[in-house]
């Protein structure tokens, strides 16, 4: 008896389909001069949180972002497990739960690490389009305290890695609206990686759409929280 047209595409489906990975490294079987061949296959999601670490739990942002910088832009192995532990030395749990840490525990972390100092800085808006590192800022977003890495700026978009959503875009008006214009600078004795986290900062939207730059021509005031200025700009 002769197979249906139907029946025939389900069964060669079934027998070429590969089963689904978890994971950043998904496989794809194609079939080239009658032999397998796997393609590594990048999903959304992994490129959402590209060269970043993605918090944990609710109050994790802080650490989160912290390791983002340490390990995608210094190289250090650090995982967000082990910062938090370290973090929490002096700090009451319940308190760090209700509230997250502070750029104050950030900076004393930073500052246990041989060779590497953390110093906060206050600027304008239109300092964000200088950066030339990564920094991490302080978002009250509708009430909702949030740590972000902040990346630069372009053409009134700010670029951050957001530890709960992942890279994104954000309207330069709304960034400033919840944010109290500190950002915290992690400057070590070693040249910044060549990752997303370091160089993601401009818009395949706007490069489409010919949107000119904005560059500051005026120099960028800067209030120095710390003890040396650092070269951000």
């Not at 800022?137 to 305290?145: I, N, P």
């Amino acid at each position: 008896m002769s197979r249906s047209p139907l029946l025939m595409a389900v069964a060669l489906f079934a027998a070429f389909a590969a089963p689904a990975h978890a994971g950043s490294n998904l496989a794809m079987a194609n079939i080239v001069d009658g032999a397998p061949l796997d393609k590594p296959v990048t999903t959304l999601r992994d490129l959402r949180y590209r060269d970043m670490v993605r918090q944990q739990y609710d109050f994790s942002c802080g650490s989160a972002a912290l390791a983002s910088v340490l390990r995608y832009g210094y190289g250090m192995e650090v995982d967000e497990p082990h910062m938090i532990r370290s973090m929490l030395v002096g700090n009451d749990p319940k308190e760090v739960v209700r509230n997250g840490f502070s750029m104050l525990d950030m900076k004393h972390y930073v500052e246990g690490i041989d060779g590497f100092r953390a110093h906060g800085f206050r600027i304008d808006a239109a300092a964000l389009y200088r950066l030339q590192m990564p920094v991490i800022a302080l978002l009250d977003l509708h009430g909702y305290k949030h740590f972000v890495v902040v990346k630069g700026a372009q053409a009134g978009r700010v670029f951050v890695a957001d530890p709960a959503l992942g890279h994104r875009v954000m309207n330069e008006q709304d960034f400033v609206k919840g944010w109290n214009g500190i950002v915290l600078a992690v400057v070590g004795n070693k040249p910044l990686e060549n990752s997303y986290l370091v160089n993601g900062r401009q818009s395949v939207a706007l490069a489409r759409r010919g949107d000119a730059v904005v560059e500051a021509s005026m120099p960028v005031p800067v209030v120095e929280l710390g003890l040396v200025r650092a070269d951000l700009f």
